[in-house]
C-alpha cells in the first residue's frame, strides 16, 4: 500500500525490502503518456485510418488511465493498449477507411488508398508502419504482440498484393 508524503513523492511498503520512494502516479503517467501516445497512435492509425485510428489511441489511453497500477505494471504495455483500442472502437467502421484526398494533384500515388483498403488489416498495419512511419519489423512486431517474422510475413505478402493491384513491375 501506498502513503503519501507530499503531492509528489509516494512511500510503498514492500515485505522484502522495506520502504522505497517513489513518484506521484500522476507524474509516472505522465511521463508513460509521452512515450507511448505516438506509437500506439501511429500503430492504430496504420490499421484503422485517421479517423478510428485517433479514437482507438484515445480509448486506450483513457483505460490506461483508469487502470494504471495494473498497466504500469505490465511487461508490454504498448501491445496490451493496441488490443484495448481494437476493442474499444470494433462495429464502428461504417465510414471510409481513408478519406479521399480533395488536392487534385496527390504527393503520392492516386490508387494507393484504394489499393491499401484491399489488404488485410495485419499487412496494411506492416506496410504503413514500416515502410511509412519508419518502424522496424521489431518495434511493430512489439507493438502488436507477434513475432518479428509473422511482421515480415505480412509486410512480404501486402507489399506483393499492393505490387500487383497498383501493377508496379519493379521494386525501385
Request: aromatic residues 8%; proline residues 6%; neutral net charge.
Amino acid at each position: 500500500m501506498a502513503k503519501r508524503l507530499s503531492p509528489l513523492v509516494y512511500l510503498d511498503r514492500t515485505p522484502d525490502n522495506g520502504s522505497r520512494v517513489t513518484s506521484n502516479p500522476e507524474d509516472e503517467f505522465a511521463r508513460f503518456f509521452e512515450e507511448t501516445e505516438p506509437r500506439l497512435r501511429r500503430a492504430l492509425v496504420a490499421a484503422y485510418g485517421a479517423e478510428r485510428g485517433r479514437e482507438a489511441a484515445a480509448e486506450a489511453l483513457a483505460y490506461a488511465w483508469e487502470h494504471w497500477d495494473a498497466i504500469r505494471d505490465m511487461g508490454h504495455p504498448l501491445a496490451y493498449l493496441y488490443r484495448v483500442g481494437q476493442s474499444r472502437t470494433r462495429g464502428r467502421q461504417s465510414r471510409p477507411l481513408f478519406a479521399r484526398p480533395s488536392d487534385p494533384e496527390p504527393w503520392f500515388e492516386p490508387n494507393l488508398v484504394a489499393a491499401l483498403e484491399e489488404l488485410t488489416e495485419a499487412q496494411r498495419s506492416a506496410v504503413v508502419l514500416v515502410h511509412g512511419f519508419a518502424w522496424t519489423m521489431k518495434e511493430v512486431a512489439e507493438c502488436a504482440g507477434i513475432k518479428v517474422t509473422t511482421v515480415q510475413n505480412h509486410l512480404e505478402r501486402g507489399l506483393r498484393k499492393l505490387r500487383a493491384e497498383l501493377k508496379v513491375r519493379s521494386d525501385v
